[in-house]
């Protein structure tokens, strides 16, 4: 699964990476959790990569109000075609989200768990596979644009740590992930490695996170 992730690299870095032709501003963080907003990049139809801050947490374009956005930060790759909540978005509106780490935990101890620091190897940027959608309330005029980061069974590098893992692509991924042809669970072959770090919480913040133990 993927409950936080930090995103440090600077604006230019993202936006020479994922190929945007002007960067929105941004500031690093460390500790980016659910409900929160996160940069995700999508294509225009066109083929022009374009980026946008989305609320973390889908809210489908169905639904009666915005709560159950909370509980649906992870979209699971192998039913995103057939449950309700995510197949629009899987066969129309799919984004990359930018990434520098996420965090897993393991247990060591009784009420108490390990985080890990899990990044790629060459220690750059990640792009997992995301859903986004569009809700609105006309009555309250109320609208949120929303994502949910697609997650796959865990590779041989996360699988010590948990089952699950976001679904990573590579550079030549990204264009079919994005266009609609991508089978998502090709993610979990990228290299990864992780470390220990200091015990957190959804306050904490800066590079601190991320050293190692």
Not at 31 to 46: F, K
Not at 105 to 115: I, L, T, Y
Not at 164 to 189: F, H, T, Y
């Amino acid at each position: 699964m993927c409950g936080r992730f930090g995103l440090w690299a600077n604006p230019k870095q993202v936006a020479d990476h994922f190929q945007l032709q002007e960067p929105l501003p941004f500031v690093p963080r460390y500790n980016i959790a659910p409900s929160q907003e996160v940069l995700a990049v999508g294509q225009t139809r066109e083929g022009q990569r374009k980026e946008a801050w989305l609320r973390w947490g889908l809210v489908p374009h169905w639904a009666k109000d915005e709560k159950g956005g909370y509980k649906m930060i992870n979209a699971r790759a192998e039913t995103i075609f057939t449950k309700p909540a995510y197949k629009a978005a899987a066969r129309r509106q799919r984004c990359l989200i930018p990434a520098s780490c996420f965090f897993e935990w393991q247990r060591k101890e009784e009420k108490k768990k390990q985080p890990y620091c899990i990044r790629p190897k060459d220690q750059g940027l990640f792009a997992f596979a995301g859903l986004w959608e569009h809700w609105q309330d006309e009555e309250a005029g109320k609208k949120i644009d929303s994502c949910t980061i697609v997650t796959t069974r865990a590779n041989e590098a996360v699988a010590e740590l948990h089952d699950r893992m976001p679904v990573i692509l590579d550079s030549a991924e990204r264009e079919d992930w994005l266009a609609g042809s991508q089978d998502p669970a090709l993610g979990a072959a990228f290299r990864v490695k992780h470390h220990p770090v200091a015990r957190f919480s959804i306050h904490d913040e800066g590079e601190a996170l991320i050293e190692p133990l």
